[in-house]
């Protein structure tokens, strides 16, 4: 987990990338416009920008946890199962460890934005160092959360082809024990020497037949 925290920084993902080069483009706009100077001209527009991003990431942190909720009954019971025989279930981990990630990180812009709203309507002054310092940290976890919510849009829809992967290999594995259990049956049943009730309970007690087999034999010994 801790080197999800790596992403942040790691100048080898593209997202970090672009967040640098904006955030630092961002940076030489507001030093030329020369914002700390005129900050009583620019103070209105970004009281409402400061107040919309703070909302906004309140609102994103919701949508994650939805998504994380949706994304999590989509692994159903089976699918787990024959993802578990495959040895393939800690190959989401780092799917679900990035969402966590997400959710952290817009949390640390929460309150960065929450701070940066409340001193910009107090009268504390702050040097232009601290506030060009304040201005890059905002702007690159804001850059960043909304490319790195875009990276993990690749992550959804892997998920999707996951699942319906396993979901397909689920049907054929249910198709073919459908057909074995028919086909054990109809051999049985065929013989004149056990009746359709000792057939039962020779399954029931017989422990070298597969544990889903014996259902699916029952499931037609039943009917």
Known sequence: MNSKILDLICIKNLEVIITIIL??????????LNVHANWLE????????????????????????????????????????????????????????????????????????LFAYIFSHSKIYIPAWSFYTIA??????????????????????SIFFITSKFNKGLDEEESLLLEKAIYFVDKQ??????SSNEILLNVIRDDKIEPDLKIEIIKILMK
Do not use: W
Not at 136 to 157: E, K
Not at 189 to 194: E, G, N, R, V
């Open 136 to 157: 890059f940290i905002a702007t690159y976890i804001l850059y960043f959360v909304i490319l790195y919510t875009v990276s993990l849009i690749h992550n959804i829809v």
């Open 42 to 113: 620019y103070e209105p527009m970004f009281k409402s920008i400061v107040l919309a991003i703070f909302q906004s990431f309140i609102g994103l942190i919701g949508i994650i946890i939805a998504g994380v909720a949706v994304i999590i009954s989509v692994f159903t019971r089976d699918v787990l199962r024959v993802m578990r025989k495959q040895e393939l279930v800690d190959n989401l981990k780092p799917i679900f460890y990035s969402f966590v990630f997400l959710a952290q990180i817009t949390v640390v812009g929460v309150v960065i934005f």
């Open 23 to 32: 955030s630092i483009t961002t940076l030489i706009i507001l030093c030329r």
């Open 189 to 194: 049943t065929k013989s004149d020497f056990f």
